[in-house]
């Protein structure tokens, strides 16, 4: 399989993904006086949309990022790819429940594990284009992986907690997903050239 043809394939999907999360947001049918209250109730949908969209999107930025450095496939980058396509392709449920079912433990953290797996899954791709440097344009040294780390390991990190909190409160679950989406938002924002190849 060649690099273009995977590529091609993993934007069909994200593509598809981001526009799956809007079809759980209907117009309300109800009476136009009863309009404004309708929409008010609908604000968690709304939210956990605009949220997922962006998570999403920086997934999308992050795979990017990977597939630039990336020169040559073999069979299992390409199956650690569609495992992480997996986990961006469930979103849209996570998204469903926790815009339908505001502030409850289990829609909470059922969305911060995706999150966590999908994060786990492109960690794991990072450190198998570590140890196979024939599959680069550069190789990843070891400085540059541990420069990694801490990212990884905080978000992993706050998405668990945000799952725990998600039992107590919910809320600060809620603040903590959007915390993290900020803060790889800025980090990657900072990226100069982000899609040039290694």
Not at 179 to 187: D, E, I, N, P
Request: net charge positive; with cysteine; charged share 10%.
């Amino acid at each position: 399989m060649s690099k273009q043809r995977l590529e091609a394939f993993t934007d069909g999907v994200y593509a598809i993904v981001i526009t799956l999360l809007i079809l759980d947001i209907r117009i309300p049918n109800v009476q136009p006086q009863d309009l404004g209250p309708a929409l008010v109730k609908m604000l968690p949908q709304v939210f956990t949309y605009v949220l997922s969209f962006f998570v999403v999107a920086v997934y999308w930025f992050s795979h990017h990022r990977v597939a630039q450095q990336v020169k040559l496939l073999d069979g299992t980058f390409i199956w650690l790819n569609m495992i992480w396509l997996l986990f961006v392709s469930v979103m849209p449920f996570p998204t469903a429940l926790l815009g339908r079912y505001p502030l409850q433990p289990i829609p909470t953290a059922i969305y911060g594990i995706d999150l966590m797996l999908a994060n786990i899954t492109g960690f794991v791709i990072l450190a198998y284009m570590r140890n196979h440097p024939e599959l680069c344009h550069s190789a990843i040294d070891a400085a540059t992986f541990r420069r990694q780390l801490p990212t990884y390991a905080i978000t992993n990190g706050t998405y668990l907690a945000a799952v725990v909190l998600g039992w107590y409160l919910p809320w600060v679950s809620y603040a903590l997903y959007a915390a993290v989406l900020a803060g790889l938002m800025v980090r990657f924002a900072r990226i100069p050239n982000p899609f040039q190849a290694g």
